[in-house]
């Protein structure tokens, strides 16, 4: 069964970057859309960005467009996400997720496997 890790959380300055992993094992990772997810303080968990299986199709939320950028390697298992521009607002537990094997592209609903996230802290 797929498993995932997230890792490259930490805390940064506010205009800073910082650049998640979403390491896979056990799985056909690439069958899986991945999506990522974040969940600030006190807040409900959203979701930011997505990735279809073979990384052709991707989606972002407004709040991060321009800012952050997904991709996969296939070839390592893994997902990135690139976010650049932090923002204090951005501050949450970052987490990844596999979708649907049936999904052509990907979404923000009806996950199937999850990580245990990685916190990122954007602070002066």
């Known amino acids: 069964q797929l498993q995932l890790v997230e890792s490259g959380g930490g805390l940064v300055q506010p205009g800073g970057s910082l650049t998640l992993s979403c390491a896979a094992s056990g799985g056909a990772f690439d069958s899986y859309p991945i999506s990522w997810f974040r969940q600030p303080p006190g807040k409900e968990q959203e979701g930011v960005s997505c990735?279809?299986?073979?990384?052709?199709?991707?989606n972002y939320v407004d709040s991060i467009k321009g800012r952050f950028t997904i991709s996969r390697d296939n070839s390592r298992n893994t997902v990135y996400l690139q976010m650049n521009g932090l923002k204090p607002e951005d501050t949450a537990v970052y987490y990844c997720?596999?979708?649907?094997?049936?999904?052509?592209?990907?979404?923000?609903?009806?996950?199937?496997?999850w990580g245990n996230g990685t916190p990122v802290t954007v602070s002066s």
């Open positions: 990735i279809s299986k073979d990384g052709a199709w991707v």
């Open positions: 997720a596999g979708g649907r094997r049936s999904e052509e592209w990907c979404t923000y609903t009806g996950m199937r496997v």
